[in-house]
């Protein structure tokens, strides 16, 4: 059974940076595509970032150039590297994985494609 564990939210000024991580357990089958999406209250969740199984990377416009994803295949770990972070930024970020065959930028427009979801973690961006 596949598990996505988020970590690394808070609370910061704008202008910030925070790191979130999402831990992964448990084998995904055949590929590992990763994304990181985000959904602001009474919005729609979109993708922000993703990485295909060839380590190729997409973004979303409103975080190019700020956000930065990576992963350590050792660890199991995804991160999301977030700079000069907004008040628009302001959402719960979920980590997800995906076996398919899959494009970075098919899985950045997976908002609810993706086969394992993690739980979120909450990012607030406020003065």
């Known amino acids: 059974q596949v598990e996505l564990v988020e970590s690394g939210g808070g609370s910061v000024q704008p202008g910030g940076s925070l790191r979130l991580s999402c831990v992964v357990s448990g084998y995904i089958r055949r590929r590992r595509n990763m994304g990181w999406y985000r959904q602001a209250p009474g919005k729609e969740r979109e993708g922000v970032a993703a990485?295909?199984?060839?380590?190729?990377?997409a973004y979303a416009e409103s975080v190019e150039g700020r956000f930065t994803i990576s992963q350590d295949s050792a660890k199991n770990t995804l991160y999301l590297q977030m700079n000069s972070l907004k008040p628009e930024d302001t959402a719960m970020y979920y980590c997800a994985a995906d076996g398919a065959l899959m494009t970075a930028i098919q899985i950045l427009r997976a908002t609810v494609g993706m086969d394992h979801w993690g739980k979120g973690t909450l990012v607030t961006i406020s003065s």
């Open positions: 990485i295909d199984d060839n380590g190729n990377t």
